[in-house]
Antibody
Framework: EVQLVESGGGLVQPGRSLRLSCAAS????????MHWVRQVPGKGLEWVSG????????AYADSVKGRFTISRDNAKNSLYLQMNSLRTEDMALYYC???????????WGQGTMVTVSS | QSALTQPRSVSGSPGQSVTISCTGT?????????ISWYQQHPGKGPKVMIY???KRPSGVPDRFSGSKSGNTASLTISGLQAEDEADYYC??????????FGTGTKVTVL
């Protein structure tokens, strides 16, 4: 079964850091670009960041550029998101997402909630 | 990276057709044939319904169809069913490995 399981979310104060992880299984992880997408509860989806299978192409939304770093470890079938200088507007459910053809998102994790509050 | 514009809500009776529009710019929707649509039921994760403008993944009913004209993409649900009631989001590739989602549309089955 193809599965993505996120972890690492939680409550953090503004300005602090958090690292999200995503464990992939059931498919050839190193064949696919991977992304993070977030959603404020009750609101819409926002693309956050993505990288190619070999990490040679990495991209970020303007809203997180310079603060967030995406990475992957193909040997561990894992995707990561290092989030620094967190703001209240970063509070959301963060989904780990697999791409198909590198241009659409076919498998989504269950999400991990990040709460930024003092 | 401005969100693509979708109507806030659309509605229809069972059996009818509804169409959701998704308007962007020449830098996203109009510039690439990489439009995808996602269905999200309350409390659930998104599910891809259409990719590459008009392709349906295996298992998605053929009453879901997609198209694009200029800077506007569209999702049409024909023969509306109760289980189609959900939120729908479009998404477009926007160049340089970036993506942009639409504002989302709530589909209500009357």
């Amino acid at each position: 079964e193809v599965q993505l399981v996120e972890s690492g979310g939680g409550l953090v104060q503004p300005g602090r850091s958090l690292r999200l992880s995503c464990a992939a299984s059931g498919f050839s992880f190193d064949d696919h670009a991977m992304h993070w997408v977030r959603q404020v509860p009750g609101k819409g989806l926002e693309w956050v960041s993505g990288l190619t299978w070999n990490s040679l192409s990495i991209a970020y939304a303007d809203s997180v550029k310079g603060r967030f770093t995406i990475s992957r470890d193909n040997a561990k079938n894992s995707l990561y998101l290092q989030m620094n200088s967190l703001r209240t507007e970063d509070m959301a459910l963060y989904y780990c997402v697999k791409t198909t053809g590198d241009r659409s998102f076919d498998i989504w994790g269950q999400g991990t909630m990040v709460t930024v509050s003092s | 990276q401005s969100a693509l514009t979708q109507p806030r809500s659309v509605s229809g009776s069972p059996g009818q057709s509804v169409t959701i529009s998704c308007t962007g710019t020449s830098s996203d929707v109009g510039g690439y044939n990489y439009i995808s649509w996602y269905q999200q039921h309350p409390g659930k994760g998104p599910k891809v319904m259409i990719y590459d403008v008009s392709k349906r993944p295996s298992g998605v009913p053929d009453r879901f169809s997609g198209s694009k004209s200029g800077n506007t993409a569209s999702l049409t649900i024909s023969g509306l069913q109760a289980e189609d009631e959900a939120d729908y989001y479009c998404c477009s590739y926007a160049g340089s490995s970036t993506f942009v989602f639409g504002t989302g549309t709530k589909v209500t089955v009357l």
